[in-house]
């Protein structure tokens, strides 16, 4: 199985910075794709913004030149750095990773349990 830690979360004032961390552990072969979702109240979750192992990061319209993803390869993780936050970026974080498992060699898709960010105006 594999395994996603979040951390990183909580209140900040507007144009605040905040940075989400998650690590991935367990039976993992390798790692596709790893990236952040959230998902705000009454609203359907969206993509943040995702790295593909060996692309370029992709980012939502309304996050970029504000937040900048990127993954520490040697531990599995991936960091999203928040800068410039609006309280429109209040919602629930979400990590998601891409990967195969080790035994199995099946591709599986995780998220984590979710972490959230509240920006205060």
């Known amino acids: 199985q594999v395994h996603l830690v979040e951390s990183g979360g909580g209140l900040v004032q507007a144009r605040g910075s905040l940075t989400l961390s998650c690590a991935a552990s367990?039976?993992?072969?390798?790692?596709?794709?790893m990236g952040w979702y959230r998902q705000a109240p009454g609203k359907q979750r969206e993509l943040v913004a995702h790295?593909?192992?060996?692309?370029?990061?992709n980012y939502a319209d309304s996050v970029k030149g504000r937040f900048t993803i990127s993954r520490n390869f040697g531990n599995n993780t991936v960091y999203l750095q928040m800068n410039s936050l609006k309280p429109e970026d209040t919602a629930v974080y979400y990590c998601?990773?891409?990967?195969?498992?080790?035994?199995?060699?099946?591709?599986?898709?995780?998220w984590g349990q979710g972490t959230l960010v509240t920006v205060s105006s």
């Open positions: 790295i593909p192992t060996g692309s370029k990061p």
């Open positions: 367990g039976s993992i072969f390798s790692i596709n794709t």
């Open positions: 998601n990773v891409v990967a195969v498992e080790r035994l199995s060699l099946r591709r599986l898709e995780i």
